[in-house]
C-alpha cells in the first residue's frame, strides 16, 4: 500500500479548487484550438507561457497538459464534420470519420471517438501510473555519461523521426544547441556569442525562443494561406454510439490504446504517430479492408483512441527521465524549469505532489472532455464560425503582450519577434522548428553533462563505451543515425540488379 | 485521377459542406434546405474520394515548391551560421577533452553543422520540401511590418494605437474582413486587451491612457 499513498495524495492535489479551475482552462483552451484549424497544442503552449509565472509549478503544468490531451480530442471534431483536420493527430481520421457524417452518422463518429479517446487516454494513465515509477527508479543510477549519451539519441530521434527532410531537422537541432551556448559557460564563466551585448550575458531564455518560433512563426505562416471559409453545421444530434457501434469498435479502441501508450513513450513518437500507426493496423486486421475510406467506425475509433494514448503516455520519459520525447513535452520541460523544477528520475521521490498531481489531474482532464464532446460538442461546432482572419491579430497581440509580462522588458518582446522571423523562414524553406526547441531546451544539460563524464574519463571519450547504459545508447544512437543511408544504398543497388523487370512491369501496366 | 481532381477544383469546398450539413444530421425536418441537394450533385466527385486522392489532393493544394535555389540558399546560410561560430569557436580556445576551454563545444556543434550544410548543399539539391515565395508571401511581410512598428512604438506612444492598427491592418487588408466587422471587432479587442493586462493583471505594460 504504501506505493499508492503518494498516488492518493496526488488527488488531494488535483481537488484544490486552483487546481481544478486551471484543468479546466486547459481542457477548455486545448477543445478550441482543437476545432480551430491553423495554431496547433505546441504553438498554443507556447504562447501561453507566461500565463503560468505566477501560479504554483502543479498548477502551472496540470493546465499545459490539458491544453495538449485537449487538443486530441477538439481536433476530431473539425476532421468528421468538415474534413479538415484540426490536428496532426487527426488527419487520419478524415478518411473514415468525415464518410461516417456523410451517412448521417457524425454524431456516432464524434461519439465513437470521444469515448475512444477517453478510454485510451485512461488507460495510458493507469500504464503511467505503474511504469514511471519503475523508469524512474531505474533511472536515478544515471550518471553524466548515460545523460549525454541519452540526450544524444533523444535530439537525434526527434530528428530523424520527424516528418519532412531528416538532414534538415539535424540541422534545426544543431542551431538549437548553438543557441543554447549563448551567454555565460556555466565551467569557465566567459561569455560566450553575446557580441557584447548585456541582455545577452545571461544567455537566451527558453520562452521568448518558444513563443517566437512556435507561436508567432506559425502565425505568421498561416496567414500565407487562406483557410477555407469553414462554414459548421448548425447542429450535431445523437453523439451517442448505439451498442452495435460500441461493440464493432471495441477492439479498435483496446488494440489503440496499447500501441499509442508504447509509441508515445518512444523518442519522436507521439500522438500523430501513433494515430497514423493505429489506423494502418486497423485496416491490416480487417476482415473487410475494403470497407475503410468508406465510413468504417475503427478507423475513426482506433487512431482516435492511439492518439490520446500517446498524448498521455509522452509525459513518461519527461517526468521520469527528464528528457522530452517530442517538441510539446520540450515546452512542459521549460516551463518547468521556469518554475524552478528540473524533470528527472528524482522528481518522483522529491516532489510527490507535483508528480502526482499532473498524472491524476489527467483522470479529471479526461473526464471533463468526455463530458465536453459528447453533451456539449453543439457548443464547439459552433466556434468553428470564428473567422482566421480574426483569431490571427488577436494571438498575435497575446504573444507580444505576453512575451512583455514575463520581465517586462521589451527586450524579450524583440527577441520574440526575431524569432517569429527565423520560425517563419525555417517552415518555408522545410526546416522543422521542434528540433531546434527541443535541442535548445536539452543543450546546457547537453554539454554539462558531457564535459563533467570526459572529467571523469580524464578526457578520454571512449570511456562512454565502458559503461554499459551509456555504451548502449551510444550504439542505439550510431543505428539510428546510419541505418537511412544504409537502406537507401540497399535499395538503389536493388533497384540497379532489379531494373529490368521493374520497367517490365511498368510497361504492361 | 487526374480529371476527379480537377472536378473538385472547380466544385470548390463550399459545396461540400452543404453536403455536409444536411448529411451531418440525422432529423433534417427544421434545417433542410432546397441549396444542399442540388450541391450534393455538384459535390459527388469531390465526396467519393478515396483516402489515397484525398492525400494526392492536399498534396497539390499546398504551397508551391521552391526550386534548387532555395536548397543553395538556405544551405549556405546554415553554412554560414556554422563557419561563423566555428571561428568564434576557436577564437575562445578549444582546450583539451580533460581541461575543455569555454570553445569546445561550441567547436563541436558547429562542426557537426558545417558538415550538414555542406551534405545538404550537395544531396538535397533534388528536394522539393521548401516552398516558393508567392505573392501570398506579401501577407506575412505585411504582418511583420505591423508587428515590427508596434515594438518600436509601445514604448513611446503606449500599446493601444499600434494594436488598434495592427489589428485593422490584419483583418481588413490580411483577412479581407469587412470594414464594419473590422473596425468592431478592433476596438473591442483592444479594450479587453486594456482591461485584461492594465486594469485586472496591472501589468507594467506601456500604455497611453
Request: charged share 15%.
Amino acid at each position: 500500500m504504501d506505493f499508492l499513498n503518494p498516488v492518493l495524495n496526488g488527488f488531494v492535489v488535483v481537488l484544490e479548487p486552483m487546481n481544478l479551475l486551471y484543468c479546466l482552462i486547459g481542457v477548455v483552451i486545448g477543445m478550441l484550438i482543437g476545432v480551430l484549424p491553423g495554431l496547433g497544442p505546441a504553438a498554443t503552449i507556447a504562447i501561453l507561457l507566461p500565463l503560468t509565472y505566477n501560479v504554483e509549478p502543479v498548477t502551472a503544468i496540470i493546465m499545459l497538459a490539458g491544453i495538449f490531451y485537449g487538443a486530441q480530442y477538439g481536433g476530431t471534431i473539425t476532421s468528421v464534420l468538415l474534413r479538415l483536420p484540426g490536428e496532426a493527430s487527426s488527419v487520419v481520421t478524415v478518411f473514415d470519420g468525415y464518410q461516417m457524417a456523410k451517412q448521417g452518422k457524425a454524431g456516432t463518429a464524434l461519439g465513437l471517438a470521444s469515448i475512444g479517446s477517453f478510454i485510451g487516454g485512461t488507460a495510458s494513465i493507469v500504464g503511467l501510473t505503474f511504469l514511471a515509477p519503475i523508469v524512474a527508479s531505474f533511472a536515478l543510477d544515471f550518471g553524466p555519461a548515460e545523460y549525454s549519451a541519452l540526450a544524444l539519441l533523444g535530439i537525434l530521434l526527434v530528428a530523424t523521426i520527424s516528418n519532412g527532410a531528416k538532414t534538415k531537422a539535424l540541422i534545426a537541432a544543431a542551431f538549437g544547441l548553438l543557441l543554447a551556448t549563448v551567454g555565460r559557460d556555466i565551467f569557465t564563466g566567459e561569455s560566450r556569442f553575446t557580441f557584447g551585448s548585456l541582455e545577452l550575458a545571461d544567455g537566451i531564455d527558453f520562452v521568448p525562443i518558444a513563443m517566437g518560433i512556435f507561436g508567432l512563426g506559425e502565425i505568421l505562416y498561416n496567414l500565407e494561406e487562406r483557410h477555407r471559409a469553414a462554414k459548421a453545421p448548425s447542429t450535431v444530434t445523437n453523439v451517442w454510439p448505439s451498442r452495435k457501434d460500441l461493440s464493432q469498435a471495441s477492439g479498435a479502441i483496446g488494440r489503440g490504446s496499447v500501441l499509442g501508450f508504447f509509441l508515445g513513450i518512444l523518442p519522436g513518437g507521439g500522438a500523430t504517430i501513433a494515430s497514423m500507426a493505429s489506423y494502418a493496423m486497423e485496416k491490416k486486421r480487417a476482415k473487410q479492408p475494403e470497407r475503410f475510406g468508406k465510413g468504417a467506425p475503427e478507423g475513426v475509433a482506433g487512431p482516435e483512441t492511439a492518439n490520446n494514448a500517446a498524448a498521455t503516455s509522452s509525459f513518461i520519459p519527461l517526468l521520469t527521465l527528464g528528457i522530452p520525447a517530442n517538441a510539446t513535452m520540450a515546452l512542459m520541460f521549460g516551463a518547468l524549469l521556469i518554475q524552478g523544477v528540473t524533470p528527472g528520475p528524482q522528481l518522483v521521490e522529491q516532489d510527490p505532489g507535483l508528480f502526482w498531481g499532473v498524472v491524476n489531474s489527467m483522470y479529471i482532464g479526461n473526464i471533463l472532455l468526455l463530458i465536453m464532446s459528447l453533451p456539449l460538442v453543439g457548443v464547439f461546432v459552433k466556434i468553428l464560425r470564428v473567422r482566421a482572419a480574426i483569431l490571427a491579430p488577436v494571438t498575435a497581440l497575446i504573444t507580444l503582450l505576453g512575451a512583455y509580462t514575463i520581465n517586462n522588458s521589451m527586450f524579450d518582446v524583440t527577441l520574440v519577434v526575431v524569432f517569429g522571423i527565423v520560425g517563419y523562414l525555417m517552415k518555408k524553406f522545410g526546416f522543422e522548428p521542434g528540433p531546434l526547441v527541443l535541442a535548445f531546451v536539452l543543450g546546457s544539460l547537453l554539454e554539462s553533462s558531457l564535459r563533467r563524464s570526459l572529467l571523469v574519463f580524464g578526457g578520454d571519450p571512449t570511456g562512454f563505451f565502458s559503461r554499459p547504459i551509456s555504451a548502449t545508447l551510444l550504439a542505439v544512437f550510431v543505428l539510428v543515425a546510419v541505418l537511412p543511408g544504409l537502406r537507401s544504398l540497399l535499395a538503389k543497388r536493388r533497384a540497379a540488379t532489379a531494373d529490368p523487370a521493374t520497367t517490365k512491369i511498368k510497361e504492361t501496366v | 485521377m487526374i480529371r476527379v481532381q480537377e472536378t473538385n477544383r472547380t466544385s470548390g469546398g463550399e459545396d461540400g459542406i452543404h453536403s455536409r450539413r444536411s448529411a451531418g444530421q440525422s432529423a433534417p425536418a427544421r434545417d433542410t434546405e432546397v441549396l444542399p441537394d442540388s450541391a450534393d450533385v455538384l459535390a459527388g466527385p469531390e465526396d467519393d474520394l478515396t483516402p489515397e486522392q484525398l492525400a494526392a489532393q492536399w498534396e497539390e493544394e499546398k504551397p508551391p515548391a521552391a526550386g534548387p535555389l532555395a536548397n543553395a540558399a538556405s544551405s549556405l546560410v546554415v553554412l554560414g551560421i556554422g563557419v561563423g561560430s566555428l571561428v568564434l569557436s576557436v577564437a575562445m580556445g578549444l582546450g583539451t577533452p580533460e581541461a575543455p576551454q569555454p570553445g569546445l563545444w561550441p567547436f563541436l556543434v558547429s562542426c557537426v553543422m558545417v558538415a550538414l550544410a555542406l551534405f545538404q548543399l550537395v544531396a538535397g539539391r533534388h528536394n522539393r520540401d521548401a516552398e516558393k515565395f508567392t505573392r501570398m508571401s506579401m501577407a506575412p511581410v505585411t504582418g511583420l511590418v505591423t508587428l515590427a512598428a508596434m515594438v518600436s512604438l509601445m514604448p513611446v506612444i503606449g500599446f493601444e494605437l499600434p494594436a488598434l492598427v495592427m489589428c485593422i491592418v490584419w483583418m481588413r487588408f490580411l483577412g479581407g474582413e469587412t470594414w464594419r466587422s473590422t473596425l468592431l471587432v478592433s476596438a473591442v479587442v483592444v479594450v479587453s486587451f486594456y482591461g485584461i493586462f492594465v486594469l485586472a493583471l496591472n501589468t507594467s505594460i506601456p500604455h497611453l491612457f
